[in-house]
């Protein structure tokens, strides 16, 4: 039988690592293949040699049987692949129409026929059952529906083989449900899709089949309905993981953070935490669940001091710090693992000596005075590097070269280490493999364990069901609910999370939110 | 037993030490290649202007380097040359590497020369206090003149880039203003009177008629290189460098790390703006001795020049400056002897920073002529290739 797609022998190697050693990869036509592995196992590497970016060191690809050389993406394009990278690349300012027929616009005498390319974009959305406005502009839409337009993007450019690479990373579950349906409706229509993840639950419910890499290497390729998620977890890191992490009763102490009526502004100065109240206690995780956007990230950097508190007030052990700068609170007692770690979390071009300092750097024994002392801070790394296990070759090395696993155990280590009385915790495994996952996850938990208040925002529901003792989820600055975390569905989460609560009322009305928050103010 | 396991482990050591070190040398080495074919690059272009102009290219080059590092006179020429460019260029760097974009170093410069210069004339005072409190006048007024700029961001959020240019502009017009009406001494020149023998930084010659014969070179040499030895210090050994390197790596990692913004961001600034004036005061008490208008401009351009070149590290910045120096004195002797305009050797310093900037080409061409090898390994496979046997290619 001849496939779809067939990589025979792929080895593609860069300076010092070997990305891809000898991977074979076939893929039937018209199936959904999920190709999992944890970060670094060379899917990216293997995507990028079928999609055209890169070019391997030995191996045949060959597409419907036959062998092809592909130089750049537009020789793979030319042969029908589509590839919907992890970040997006679409144009903010631009509408849906311009960006999906950006670089192959129609035109007439040398100017872009705009109403060609309204209908070529309306003609395409029809076909494939992908509902779009092209009018409307990039920047104004949620994740999901620009996620539809870099898949008609491809689909534009007449592919009938897709790659999707970590489609659901940025996703609600609901988001993702629809994703799944379009995927498949896709397939319908005898488009073959290659679907890159490292969640199995999408693994068992989208793909026909799935193939593993670890390390570099082939581990296999099975049947979806002849696996299951322990089996894939064993193949994907090469020993038994804990899939569901165990964990002891909480034993809650003392309140350690109160948090009541905080109102915090965003970047275009609206209302982006409403009316927050909640409170922590030692030795506790409170998880907040919701989808991104609802006003997580400035809830944390509210609290974090990195936004001032328009109104409301936050305590530690019943002392007010919303008046204290970022360096206040944190010799007050508070850690945060950052959600963006590539930007916040660390500095990529310093070192990982100067990157684990920056919570400790003015005080004994890292310094006396104003001067360093550069051996402790040495030993204060190779200490945190062996006790969080960081692979690196050395602690002078700049953050950049390390893998995204490594970096978060770098930020981890240095927030951790402080020994903080509340730890926050931003999207702590985002983009991590399972093997980094449950390593983060033990680490939590474990500063849990110590007597650390710790707050968990996460936009992973499974993260926040797993960890959680009690779990609050925030809707449109608000939180609508708090359930006891061992007592929550997914189900229940799910709809509160887009903004349905018990009393079936809908909220996704922004305008009766508003009014709503305006009778409670 | 146990002597065996430890002299093992020390031999490990060692070895890595040493990888460490070669891994280092190499990072340095990989760091100055992109300067090194800069300079290489231009000087080829250069020859081509020089042909064109009728002039033999080697010749010029020759004669370059012997009037700029060949001989003792010449020598002495490139430190007066590089000691202002040292200042400038330390100053510009502390900026880069703080994340500050001062490109008001010129107009720090000169502020600080009127201001040192003022202090230099108008008091009587024995020469212990009154060298020091003349190059503190300078420094305060490079500074002063830096935190205008910072001013205005900071109260007004208007980008220190716009702000600092336009005072260059500033403090061109306001020494001018001041020496050629209330500093002025005589109707005839528009300049300051000259300042007091107690506020001169010796010159060289005057320790010794032997040693630095017809060059006006002057121990401030000492002031700079002690600015760069501080600097450096700062940079790599305490607190404040700390906080300076990481808010210049990275804002947002720093702002959430706890370290204060605005703090940062003076201190550098005025830091900055003072080691600027600093070098402009250190130039007229150790060359002019009194300030004439117009007397010079470009200093505080050529330091960022210089820091550019110099990767903006202290070390590096430093022998930039001083290399930049040579290539003024060349250029100046060169001129002298030969004729040749020295605005050639300003079309070769801009040859070079361009080709720096231009490493993005590098990389171009490097993936043209490696298109079946591996890309994204940058100058140094170029270079690899270009020196590895053609034999060993093949066998690949």
Same mark, same amino acid.
């Given at each position: ?15 010092? =690592? =070997? ?8 893929v039937?036509?018209g ?11 060379g $899917?990216?590497?293997l995507?990028?040699?079928?999609f ?5 060191d ?10 092809? $050389? ?21 144009v ?6 311009e ?9 007439k ?8 390319v309204?209908e070529?974009?309306i ?5 494939f ?7 409307s502009?990039?920047?104004d839409?949620?994740?999901g529906i ?8 491809a ?8 790659i ?5 990373g940025?996703?609600t579950p ?5 994703l ?11 488009i073959t ?7 199995f639950?999408e ?13 570099g ?5 099975k ?5 299951n998620?322990?089996e ?19 034993n809650?102490k ?12 965003? &970047? ?8 927050v ?9 409170l998880g ?15 609290i ?12 530690? &052990?019943g002392k007010?710090i ?10 007050y ?6 959600e963006d ?12 000596e ?8 003015? $005080? ?13 801070i040495?030993?204060?790394?190779s ?8 692979r690196?070759?050395?602690s002078?090395?700049i953050a950049?070269?390390?893998?995204g696993?490594n970096?978060?155990k ?15 915790v ?7 493999d =399972?093997?980094?996952i ?13 007597g ?11 993260e ?8 609050a989820v925030?809707?449109e600055?608000?939180? =609508? ?7 929550a ?7 509160m999370?887009?903004?349905?609560t018990?009393?079936?009322e ?7 939110v508003e009014?709503q ?5 | /037993? ?6 093992t482990?020390?031999?490990?050591k ?5 990888k #460490?070190?070669?891994?280092q ?10 300067v090194i074919?800069?300079?290489l690059?231009?000087?080829?272009v250069?020859?081509?202007?020089m042909l064109?102009?009728?002039?033999n290219?080697f010749?010029?080059?020759? #004669?370059l380097?012997?009037n ?10 490139t ?13 510009s ?6 994340g ?7 107009g ?12 230099g004339?108008?008091?009587?005072l ?6 020091p ?7 305060l007024?490079?500074?002063?003149w ?10 007004l959020?208007i980008?220190?880039?716009?702000t600092?240019? /336009?005072?260059?502009?500033?403090a061109?017009?306001?020494?001018s ?6 500093m ?8 300051t009177p ?6 001169r930084?010796p010159?060289?010659?005057n ?11 002057? #121990? ?34 720093s ?24 070098g ?23 330091g ?11 070390i590096?910045?430093?022998?930039a ?16 002897s ?9 079309i ?7 080709? /720096? ?6 990389s171009?061409?490097?993936k043209?002529?490696?298109?079946n ?5 940058g100058m /140094?496979?170029?270079?690899k290739?270009?020196?590895t046997?053609?034999r ?5």
């Amino acid at each position: 039988m001849t496939y779809e797609i067939e990589m025979i022998g792929i080895r593609k190697e860069f300076p010092g =690592v =070997v990305a891809n050693d000898n991977i074979d990869f076939a893929v039937r036509k018209g199936e959904i293949h999920a190709l999992v592995g944890e970060n670094g196992a060379g $899917k990216s590497t293997l995507m990028n040699v079928l999609f055209g970016l890169y070019q391997p060191d030995a191996g045949t690809i060959k597409i419907r049987g036959e062998e092809v $050389k592909f130089n750049n993406n537009l020789d793979s394009i030319a042969k029908g692949i589509g590839m919907v990278h992890q970040s997006f690349k679409l144009v903010p300012s631009f509408t849906v129409a311009e960006n999906i027929t950006l670089g192959h616009e129609p035109s007439k005498l040398g100017f872009v026929d705009k109403d060609a390319v309204r209908e070529n974009v309306i003609k395409i959305s029809k076909r494939f059952g992908l509902k779009v406005d092209p009018d409307s502009r990039i920047r104004d839409m949620p994740v999901g529906i620009q996620q539809r337009v870099e898949i008609l993007k491809a689909l534009y450019l007449l592919s009938d083989i897709l790659i999707l690479d970590e489609p659901t990373g940025v996703l609600t579950p609901q988001e993702t449900d629809e994703l799944f349906e379009v995927v498949r409706s896709l397939v319908a229509t005898g488009i073959t899709v290659i679907f890159i993840t490292h969640k199995f639950r999408e693994v068992m419910a989208i793909s026909d089949r799935v193939t593993v890499l670890r390390d570099g290497k082939w581990i296999g390729t099975k049947d979806t309905k002849d696996t299951n998620p322990k089996e894939l977890a064993r193949m994907m890191v090469g020993r038994e993981v804990l899939l569901r992490i165990d964990k002891t009763e909480a034993n809650p102490k003392e309140q350690v953070l109160t948090v009541e009526n905080l109102k915090v502004l965003d &970047n275009r100065l609206q209302e982006a935490v409403r009316d927050v109240s909640l409170s922590v206690k030692a030795g506790e995780i409170l998880g907040i669940a919701g989808v991104e956007g609802n006003g997580q990230r400035e809830l944390v950097e509210g609290i974090i001091g990195l936004r001032t508190a328009v109104a409301g007030d936050i305590r530690i &052990n019943g002392k007010s710090i919303t008046k204290m700068s970022v360096r206040q609170r944190r010799d007050y007692g508070i850690s945060c693992v950052p959600e963006d770690r590539y930007v916040r979390g660390v500095a990529l071009r310093a070192s990982l000596e100067d990157n684990l300092i920056i919570e400790n750097y003015d $005080k004994a024994p890292i310094s006396k005075g104003q001067v360093l002392n550069l051996k402790k801070i040495a030993q204060h790394a190779s200490r945190l590097i062996s006790e969080f296990d960081i692979r690196t070759p050395s602690s002078k090395v700049i953050a950049s070269t390390l893998s995204g696993g490594n970096l978060q155990k770098v930020v981890l280590a240095r927030e951790i280490d402080a020994r903080p009385k509340l730890l926050i915790v931003a999207q702590p495994t985002r983009g991590l493999d =399972v093997g980094s996952i449950e390593f983060v996850h033990r680490r939590i938990l474990e500063a849990r364990d110590r007597g650390a208040a710790v707050l968990l925002v996460s936009a992973e529901l499974e993260e926040v069901m797993s960890l959680s003792d009690r779990i609050a989820v925030l809707y449109e600055g608000n939180i =609508v609910g708090t359930v006891k975390g061992g007592e929550a569905t997914e189900e229940e989460l799910g709809l509160m999370m887009a903004g349905i609560t018990d009393e079936g009322e809908d909220q996704r009305d922004s305008h009766s939110v508003e009014q709503q928050v305006s009778q409670e103010v | /037993m146990p002597s065996k396991t430890t002299k093992t482990s020390v031999l490990l050591k060692s070895s890595q030490m040493f990888k #460490l070190i070669l891994m280092q040398l190499s990072g340095l080495f990989r760091k100055s290649l992109n300067v090194i074919m800069a300079i290489l690059a231009a000087a080829v272009v250069g020859s081509i202007l020089m042909l064109i102009v009728g002039r033999n290219p080697f010749v010029v080059y020759r #004669l370059l380097f012997q009037n700029a590092f060949g001989s003792e006179r010449a020598l002495f020429i490139t430190m007066q040359r590089a000691t202002p460019l040292i200042f400038t260029a330390i100053s510009s760097s502390i900026a880069f590497r703080t994340g500050v974009f001062n490109v008001g170093v010129e107009g720090q410069f000169f502020i600080g020369a009127i201001a040192g210069t003022f202090v230099g004339y108008a008091f009587q005072l024995p020469m212990i206090l009154h060298l020091p409190l003349s190059l503190l006048a300078g420094f305060l007024g490079g500074a002063a003149w830096a935190y205008i700029p910072t001013l205005m961001r900071q109260k007004l959020g208007i980008s220190e880039i716009i702000t600092t240019i /336009m005072t260059n502009y500033i403090a061109t017009f306001l020494i001018s203003w001041l020496t050629n009406y209330p500093m002025r001494e005589t109707p005839l020149v528009a300049e300051t009177p000259i300042v007091q023998n107690t506020a001169r930084i010796p010159q060289f010659v005057n320790l010794n008629p032997n040693l630095a014969k017809g060059t006006q070179a002057h #121990l401030g040499i000492f002031i700079a290189l002690a600015v760069v030895i501080i600097t450096w210090y700062i940079f790599k050994y305490t607190k404040l460098g700390y906080q300076w390197r990481m808010v210049g790596l990275s804002a947002l990692f720093s702002e959430f790390g706890g370290i204060n913004m605005d703090k940062t961001f003076i201190g550098g600034m005025l830091v900055s703006g003072g080691i600027a004036g600093l070098g402009g005061v250190v130039e007229i008490l150790g060359v002019w001795r009194r300030y004439k208008d117009l007397f010079a401009t470009g200093f505080g351009f050529k330091g960022n020049l210089a820091s550019l070149l110099g990767g903006q590290s202290i070390i590096g910045s430093t022998i930039a400056a001083i290399f930049y120096g040579g290539l003024e004195a060349g250029a100046l002797g060169l001129e002298w002897s030969t004729g040749i305009p020295r605005q050639l050797i300003d079309i070769v310093v801009g040859l070079i920073i361009f080709f /720096m900037a231009a490493q993005g080409m590098w990389s171009f061409l490097n993936k043209l002529k490696l298109k079946n090898g591996k890309p994204g390994e940058g100058m /140094m496979a170029f270079v690899k290739r270009m020196f590895t046997p053609k034999r060993k290619e093949e066998t690949l």
